[in-house]
């Protein structure tokens, strides 16, 4: 199985901050790579797929970047409602395995 | 809009049996993978198992393989996980979540609320 790593685990930010998580993938796994937001409580929801598609209605703010085994999350401008757990996902084979997450807390 | 509902979560003993069911509707079911992914307690995403638009090819995470089996009703926009041999390790939050193509999964969109399965004596 391809392992999914997610750098850092957890970090503090404040309202306007930018933010960048890192995922690396134990293969390469060309352009196959999606991020989900979680909030506590609910449910994920998908936020970017093949690695800097926006999927509709999440805003400008987020972009994803990175191709083989290094990618990239980015919030430009931090947002209260920003505030949760984030995973990558690959789907270049099966099974498609996640991140371990990253949580995004206030400072 | 697309709607996704998982029901049949509850608390089961270790060696048990439990059919979980996810109610689909806003979408033409038929056309699309249906994957089932799990959430232990303060833990990361696992995926579970994926069933091909028309059924006839399953996926499994080797966790559960030979143990959980999945299966959908594209009649009733409906599909199951069939959990046996239940053990303390399976607790988690199942999400039943939409894939984006017809063969394999892919990536998930959407997910449903979920359904907690608790194994425990």
């Known amino acids: 199985d391809i392992q999914m790593t997610q750098s850092p685990p957890s970090l503090s930010a404040s309202v306007g901050d930018r933010v960048t998580i890192t995922c690396r993938a134990s293969?390469?796994?060309?352009?196959?790579l999606n991020w989900y937001q979680q909030k506590a409580g609910k449910a994920p929801r998908l936020l970017i797929y093949a690695v800097s598609s926006l999927k509709s209605e999440v805003p400008s703010r987020f972009s994803g970047s990175g191709s083989g085994t290094e990618f990239t999350l980015s919030i430009s401008s931090l947002q209260p409602e920003d505030f949760a757990t984030y995973y990558c996902?690959?789907?270049?084979?099966?099974?498609?395995?996640f991140g371990g997450g990253t949580k995004v807390e206030v400072k | 809009e697309v709607q996704l509902l998982e029901s049949g979560g509850t608390v089961v003993q270790p060696g048990g049996s439990l059919r979980l069911s996810c109610a689909a509707s806003g979408f033409t079911f038929s056309s699309y993978v249906m994957n089932w992914v799990r959430q232990a307690p303060g833990k990361g995403l696992e995926w579970v198992s994926g069933?091909?638009?028309?059924?006839?090819?399953?996926f499994y995470a080797d966790s559960v393989k030979g143990r959980f089996t999945i299966s959908r009703d594209n009649s009733k926009n409906m599909v199951f996980l069939e959990m046996n041999s239940l053990r303390a390790e399976d607790t988690a939050v199942y999400y039943c979540a939409k894939d984006r193509l017809e063969r394999r999964p892919n990536w998930f969109d959407p997910w449903g609320q979920g359904t907690l399965v608790t194994v425990s004596s």
């Open positions: 069933i091909s638009a028309i059924g006839d090819t399953t």
């Open positions: 996902q690959q789907n270049y084979d099966v099974p498609p395995t």
């Open positions: 293969q390469s796994i060309s352009s196959y």
